[in-house]
């Protein structure tokens, strides 16, 4: 992205901007949303990133349509859209419906990237958090990949993958796969590395993206560790650069 944000090709072929939005914010009303995703658009960012579960989808749709109309950007194709399989679907025959009720939320036709969003499944249902533990249930990893890959080959997404997966949940993965998987999304910030899965991804082909490179200030994943950190402190007081900035320049895309 010539003068933008820099982007990464992933095994799809396609373009993937480096830096997104994430929208994984409970209880967040709508209206608050979709300003949030304007003034981002107007910031310059491309790439947004929800999930069936977190309740963003339909006001990002709102605010795409709303850019659209207002001219703040021209076509839906400058945009990078990701969004996630909930496990409650995370069974063979649910997958296309989720996808396609995501896109109708959307107010899409295809999205960009969509993404299995954690390597369990849950008994079929209205998800909540926590689950109750007699809900969950083993993934056919098989089955509901090849049911991803199928909303690849129709057309309805341009690149599939998973989030929060290890080396053993890819590779078991990968075994039957026909289509690889172009990104795993997990947690990765200086104080959480993951450099074995970064490895296993990079050998594979495979794009590690990072949520929370920040780390997060609300329950349950609080940590302080990053912003908080004496050692990113003291570097980003040296390169005249606030500790995020320091941060996001280490946690961008990794091949």
């Known amino acids: 992205m010539e003068g ?61 349509a709303l850019a659209l109309q207002e001219g703040l950007i021209m076509t839906r194709d400058e945009l990078f859209i990701t969004s996630k399989l909930g496990c409650t679907d995370a069974h063979h025959d649910r997958v296309l419906p989720a996808l396609k009720q995501t896109l109708q939320n959307l107010e899409l036709d295809c999205i960009d990237l969509y993404l299995i969003h954690w390597p369990v499944s849950l008994k079929p249902g209205k998800f ?39 080396c053993k949940k890819l590779a078991q993965l990968m075994v039957n796969a026909k289509i690889p998987p172009a990104v795993n999304q997990v947690e990765l910030n200086p104080a959480w590395q993951q450099r074995k899965l970064r490895d296993f991804c990079k050998e594979n082909g495979i794009l590690v993206s990072a949520w929370s490179p920040l780390g997060a200030n609300e329950a349950p994943w609080v940590s302080l560790a990053v912003m908080e950190s004496p050692i990113l402190k003291e570097i980003a007081a040296a390169k005249g650069k606030s500790v995020a900035q320091v941060t996001t320049s280490k946690c961008l895309l990794h091949e």
């Open 128 to 166: 909540k958090f926590p689950f109750n533990k007699e809900d969950l249930l083993p993934m056919d990893f098989k089955a509901v990949w090849e049911a991803m890959e199928e909303c690849q080959r129709l057309g309805l997404v341009k690149s599939i993958g998973v989030s929060n997966f290890s």
């Open 4 to 64: 933008g944000i820099p982007e990464a090709v992933m095994n799809s072929g396609e373009r993937i901007p480096l830096i997104g939005m994430g929208t994984g914010s409970p209880s967040t009303p709508d209206d608050f949303f979709i300003s949030a995703f304007i003034t981002a658009m107007e910031v310059g960012y491309r790439h947004f990133d929800t999930a069936a579960t977190y309740g963003s989808e339909a006001p990002l749709g709102k605010a795409i």
